[in-house]
């Protein structure tokens, strides 16, 4: 009765995954051919009023959507290469942040619309880059023949750092591409098209920066309550795989 109901929520979040996913990838696709017409179509001298987007704004939105397309399979990828086993919790929210993020942020102008819209995501994020670290460490320590049994405090520490290495990549990754492309991922120009002076235009990267470091100390001390006092998701997590490792070898 039990493998019965185990199977048929298996089925269901299966299902669930994938609706979401294909959801997720087609609401990337089509508006990548409409986006590119818009680009060639927006002439560069065109001035801003309060509905008008640049062609840099239909920039980013390409750039965003085609990201959003590779870096969507990227959890598959991890999975056939490294043989990482990701919780189907943990996929699911990444596929909702990526939906978030690029189709309502920036298709969608929610970065502009809604209150506070980047923060929010950039919490979540961190959050979930803060319990992938600890699924990091998991997989350097099985896979070398004599696994370095680290403690609770530094794989929170490693984790914690992973999560803020991520969020800092994230930055850099918008500063160049606003600088080569034109974009405004940085949200240093306002929605008129005003551009930020001196600490205001800082504003938006540092804030984006403090909140991931916040989200992924939230993260990491989560995962250090779990493996202390060895017990929840992490602990559990952490167990399963060293005892998948194990089971592989002696088979």
């Not at 999975?79 to 929210?93: D, E, G, V």
């Not at 099985?142 to 490693?158: C, D, E, G, H, I």
């Not at 990267?205 to 017990?231: N, P, R, W």
């Amino acid at each position: 009765m039990k493998k019965c109901k185990s199977r048929t929520r298996e089925e269901r979040t299966s299902r669930t995954i994938k609706i979401l996913y294909w959801s997720t990838l087609i609401s990337f696709i089509i508006p990548v051919v409409f986006l590119i017409w818009q680009i060639v179509i927006t002439r560069p001298e065109d001035v801003y009023d309060e509905s008008y987007r640049s062609r840099a704004d239909y920039v980013l939105m390409l750039v965003q959507c085609m990201l959003g397309i590779v870096v969507l399979h990227v959890p598959g990828i991890l999975t056939r290469r490294f043989n990482i086993a990701i919780p189907n919790m943990l996929y699911i929210l990444y596929i909702i942040f990526l939906y978030c993020a690029i189709f309502l942020g920036e298709v969608q102008n929610f970065y502009y619309a809604i209150p506070h819209w980047d923060i929010i995501l950039h919490a979540f994020s961190s959050v979930m880059t803060g319990l992938f670290g600890f699924m990091v460490v998991a997989v350097l320590n099985r896979s070398t023949r004599t696994p370095v049994q680290l403690s609770p405090f530094f794989v929170a520490l490693f984790a914690f750092a992973f999560a803020a290495m991520v969020g800092t990549l994230w930055e850099i990754y918008e500063f160049v591409f606003d600088g080569i492309l034109g974009m405004n991922m940085q949200k240093f120009l306002l929605e008129d098209g005003t551009a930020l002076i001196g600490r205001d235009a800082l504003a938006d990267t540092m804030e984006d920066i403090i909140v991931d470091c916040i989200g992924a100390l939230c993260a990491t001390v989560f995962g250090y309550v779990s493996l202390k006092h060895q017990k929840g998701w992490v602990h559990s997590y952490v167990q399963s795989s060293g005892k998948a490792e194990k089971c592989t070898k002696t088979s």
